[in-house]
């Protein structure tokens, strides 16, 4: 069979349009095809995913693989931008695929919670100065795990379809006294699943929405019934598991 190699990825997303390669637009996967063509002498080198992010989201360990040979990922960085970077770059299982393959993906949405702003969080966080319930987040967060419908999480015009998902964990914990962050592992997520997921939970512990609201929304409900899209630079993917072996 074919031999097929696995990378590690990290990037920061501010800078970028989003993962997947479009015509004239800067993409995380544009810039590894073009380092990964130079350095492996080929035409093409066609990347797979374990999950696509959107503009402006990060990844600290996003998985990926083509069909060749492993490069040598100090040779492939040289050729990056700065903002991406390949961590790990092995021979996998011949039909090894990023996509197919993952049993789970996991992600962290970090929100920063104190009164003023920082210059230092602004590409990774959400600030949100205002009051939150934290048993009111932990409450939402415990109704998620289990296999429910998440129509009401994902643009009405979309190419989903199946909407129902299976949650293996969610929770919020505090990283320190000033920033959350929200943790969730999925068999999969649907596009803006997450950053629609907080933007609701946050008018939960708002005041804004009751519990018994949320719960509702994961019956099936129209995207028009939950909050909005939380900004995307809170958004991180940690990683994916495999032959069912969780991230988490």
């Known amino acids: ?16 349009s989003g993962w997947a390669r479009q015509p004239g637009l800067r993409t995380i996967q544009g810039e590894l095809e073009r380092a990964l063509c130079v350095i492996l002498r080929r035409d093409a080198v066609p990347l797979t995913v374990a999950g696509r992010t959107d503009a402006g ?26 903002d991406v970077a390949v961590i790990e770059c092995v021979a996998a299982t011949p039909g090894f695929d990023a996509r197919h393959d993952a049993t789970s993906r996991a992600y962290v949405y970090r929100v ?33 795990v289990g296999e429910h419908d998440f129509t009401a999480f994902t643009p009405t015009e979309t190419e989903h379809v199946r909407f129902e998902r299976i949650v293996f964990s969610a929770g919020w914990a505090a990283a320190d ?25 946050l008018e939960v512990a708002g ?13 099936g409900r129209p995207r ?18 495999y032959g069912g072996a969780r991230v988490m």
């Open 1 to 16: 069979m074919t031999a097929v190699s696995r990378l590690l990825i990290e990037y920061d997303g501010t800078e970028f």
């Open 57 to 82: 989201v990060h990844a600290l360990g996003q998985v990926a693989s083509y069909p060749g040979e492993p490069a040598r990922p100090d040779s492939v960085n040289a050729l990056l931008p700065y």
């Open 112 to 144: 920063l919670t104190r009164r003023s702003r920082s210059a230092f969080e602004r590409r990774r966080a959400l600030h949100w100065p205002h009051p939150l319930d934290l048993d009111a987040l932990h409450g939402c967060a415990q109704l998620l």
């Open 177 to 201: 006294p000033e920033l959350l962050e929200f943790r969730v592992e999925a068999d999969a997520f649907m596009r803006n699943m997450i950053r629609v997921l907080v933007g609701t939970m």
């Open 207 to 219: 005041g804004r929405r009751s519990a018994a609201t949320f719960a509702d929304l994961l019956r």
């Open 224 to 241: 028009s019934a939950a909050g909005p899209t939380a900004a995307p630079q809170g958004l991180h993917f940690l990683g994916a598991g």
